[in-house]
C-alpha cells in the first residue's frame, strides 16, 4: 500500500537557519503530493501541493520539488522564523482509482522549533 | 466563511460510555474524514464517507462508528469498545476526486480523554 515516511524530529534551529525535512513516499499510482502545518492546538493547514512530476510546491518561503525519479518531496525554507514552530506532516494522495481514491496517507509527522 | 467545525474542543469521558463527536462542514465538499493524531504517531484515519449515506472503513475503525445522512455533517461515536480512546481526533473535508484540486480541510479538533 501507499506510504510516507518523514525524517525524524524533532528539528530545532536558530532563527534565519535554513530548513529542509526530508519526505519520501511509496505509491502504486501517480500521486499528488502535500505538505501540512499544525500549530499548537490546532487542526492542519495545507501549506503547499504538487500534482504531477517537477511541479514546484511554494508557500509563505517554503518550498518543495516532487521529483519523480527518487519519490522525493522535501521541503525547504531559507530563513526560519519563530513562528514557523509547528508540526509539520507530508502527504500523498493516490489517483488511481478504487476505493482509496482521493483518501490522503500521511507521514508520521515532524516537530519544528525555532528559537530567537 | 466557509469551512469545518468541530465541537466540543474537549471532552471528557467515563470509561464504559459511549461519546460523539460532531463535525460540521459549509464548503458543500463530497468527501468527509476522521483522524486520530497520537503523540508521535501521525495521524490514523478512522472511517471516510465520499457521498451521503456511504461509508468506508479506515485503518483503525475498531471501536469507532459514524453515520453520513446529511452532506454537511458526519459524526463520529466512540464507543465502549474502543480500549484507548484518549487521543486527538480531526475531522477533514475534500471535494470529491476529479470535482476540484485534491486536498483536505481541517477542523480544529476535538481532544478526548478518557477519566
Known amino acids: 500500500g501507499d506510504s510516507v515516511t518523514q525524517m525524524e524530529g524533532p528539528v530545532t534551529l536558530s532563527e534565519e537557519a535554513c530548513l529542509t525535512i526530508n519526505c519520501t513516499y511509496t505509491a502504486t499510482g501517480y500521486p499528488s503530493l502535500f505538505w501540512y502545518v499544525q500549530y499548537p492546538g490546532e487542526g492542519l493547514q495545507l501549506l503547499l501541493k504538487a500534482t504531477k512530476a517537477d511541479d514546484k510546491g511554494s508557500n509563505k518561503g517554503f518550498e518543495a520539488t516532487y521529483r519523480k525519479e527518487t519519490t522525493s518531496f522535501h521541503l525547504e525554507k531559507g530563513s526560519v522564523q519563530v513562528s514557523d514552530s509547528a508540526v509539520y506532516f507530508c502527504?500523498?494522495?493516490?489517483?488511481?482509482?478504487?476505493?482509496?481514491?482521493?483518501?490522503?496517507?500521511f507521514g508520521q509527522g515532524t516537530i519544528l522549533t525555532v528559537h530567537p | 466563511d466557509g469551512g469545518i467545525t468541530q465541537s466540543p474542543k474537549y471532552l471528557f469521558r467515563k470509561e464504559g460510555q459511549n461519546v460523539t463527536l460532531s463535525c460540521e462542514q459549509n464548503l458543500n465538499h463530497d468527501a468527509m474524514y476522521w483522524y486520530r493524531q497520537d503523540p508521535g504517531q501521525g495521524l490514523r484515519l478512522i472511517y471516510y464517507?465520499?457521498?451521503?449515506?456511504?461509508?468506508q472503513k479506515g485503518d483503525i475503525a475498531e471501536g469507532y462508528s459514524v453515520s453520513r445522512e446529511k452532506k454537511e455533517s458526519f459524526p463520529l461515536t466512540v464507543t465502549s469498545a474502543q480500549k484507548n480512546p484518549t487521543a486527538f481526533y480531526l475531522c477533514?473535508?475534500?471535494?470529491?476526486?476529479?470535482?476540484?484540486?485534491?486536498?483536505?480541510?481541517f477542523g480544529s479538533g476535538t481532544r478526548l480523554t478518557v477519566v
Open positions: 502527504a500523498l494522495s493516490d489517483r488511481s482509482g478504487g476505493t482509496s481514491y482521493g483518501k490522503l496517507t
Open positions: 464517507s465520499q457521498i451521503v449515506n456511504d461509508f
Open positions: 477533514a473535508s475534500s471535494l470529491r476526486p476529479g470535482q476540484g484540486p485534491y486536498g483536505y480541510t
